[in-house]
């Protein structure tokens, strides 16, 4: 029976992600109508488990942290090549879409995926633990990285408004790069060991969990090539019912800007489930590598990313955020250092995380 439901769902996600594929293909830069738009959500939907599903086979080959960081930046990657696409076609409109995707998909993720998953790994094994080493190093990474990149440009003085100068916008995009570098060298190389997860002896894994065979290189790689075509179902499917979600959102007379927050939940899903059911099994740790490995990639590559298609796009590149905004971040910030300190947390902590989540999305219906 066993063998017969893993069959089964190794053909569900060797299928969906090509069927997305060809779907994105078939529909892409077209007016959908209704009927299509529920096929490409119900794919989407597909998609984001198949993902999720290819991205444990990975993780278990390669191991943490590899297993959580191949995940982040896969999705980063492919969101990061859609807000640029977007740049390039939308003019003018565009000229804040890096900052609200970025800046929603922080909010996101050090709120939203973390505080989910600390509230569940509480909830389940009574106080989620997880290496405060490696945890505070990457919180401190993420607020520096989100500071030089969507705070300093509301006060610099040279260009006006809440823009880089060329200068400045180059220092910023080297710095992203030359940080994120670090990190990543200090997480997989010199520091491994602190982000691996802290299971207690009391609270192991489940016996097929434990000594479940790793797949084999060959298993992996075709897991890996599967999640790449996940990921760009995901993203791009995303992309094709935008159109139906910016009507909706008109429709509804909410701001612009709803279009960016819900477009940036669909592309964190996979991260998202992931985390949470990583939290599940006792391993906390892995869930805050994929919170804020997935903030720090998304600050780390798309400002770079978005300062070299500047020197081509028409319209400006505004980077800095507002008041209400900068009032959220900094409390963000100052609440996950009190979180990741202890090294442990109880659902106290994952509810005030989720609760600023709730208080951006509704900010970000009711400015």
């Known amino acids: 029976m066993t063998a017969r439901l893993r069959s089964l769902t ?51 080959r390669v191991g943490e942290p590899f297993g959580s960081l191949v995940l982040a930046v896969a999705v980063t990657v492919i969101e990061v090549a859609l807000i640029v696409t ?15 995707t970025v800046f929603a998909a922080v909010m996101i993720t050090v709120n939203g995926i973390l505080g989910l998953s600390l509230l569940v790994g509480s909830l389940r094994h009574g106080t989620a633990v997880f290496n405060s080493e490696g945890t505070g190093a990457a919180l401190a990474t993420v607020a520096t990285l989100a500071t030089l990149s969507l705070v300093l440009p509301t006060f610099t003085t040279s260009k006006p408004g809440p823009e ?10 080297l710095s992203s790069l030359t940080l994120y570098a670090l990190f990543v060298a200090t997480q997989t190389v010199r520091h491994r060991d602190y982000f691996l997860p802290i299971v207690k002896q009391s609270e192991a894994a489940a016996p097929e969990q434990e000594h479940a065979e790793a797949p084999s290189t060959r298993t992996a790689l075709i897991s ?36 960016g927050v819900i477009i940036a939940l669909l592309v964190l899903l996979p ?25 720090m990639a998304s600050i780390g590559l798309t400002i770079p990313a978005v300062a070299l298609a500047s020197l081509w796009l028409p319209g400006p590149l505004v980077l800095g955020l507002g008041n209400t905004h900068m009032v959220l971040l900094a ?37």
């Open 10 to 60: 190794a053909q569900w996600t060797t299928l969906v992600p090509v069927f997305a594929v060809v779907l994105l293909i078939l529909t892409w830069g077209r007016e959908l109508p209704g009927w299509i738009v529920v096929l490409v959500t119900a794919v989407l939907a597909g998609s984001v488990l198949a993902a999720v599903h290819h991205a444990e086979v990975v993780a278990h």
């Open 86 to 100: 977007l740049m390039l076609d939308g003019g003018d409109k565009s000229a804040t879409l890096a900052r609200d």
């Open 164 to 173: 880089f100068s060329t200068v400045q916008l180059t220092f910023a995009a």
């Open 224 to 259: 890996l090539g599967l999640l790449g075509l996940a990921l760009v179902g995901v993203v791009g499917l995303a992309k094709g019912v935008s159109p139906t979600i910016e009507s909706g959102v008109e429709a509804a007379g909410l701001p612009h800007s709803v279009v």
């Open 271 to 295: 991260e998202t489930i992931a985390a949470v059911r990583a939290s599940r099994r006792n391993q906390v740790q892995t869930s805050m590598n994929l919170a804020l490995g997935s903030a």
């Open 331 to 367: 409390l963000t910030m100052v609440v996950g250092a009190l979180t990741v300190v202890p090294g442990r947390a109880t659902p106290l902590q994952g509810g005030v995380h989720l609760v600023l989540l709730a208080a951006y999305l509704e900010l970000a219906i009711n400015p």
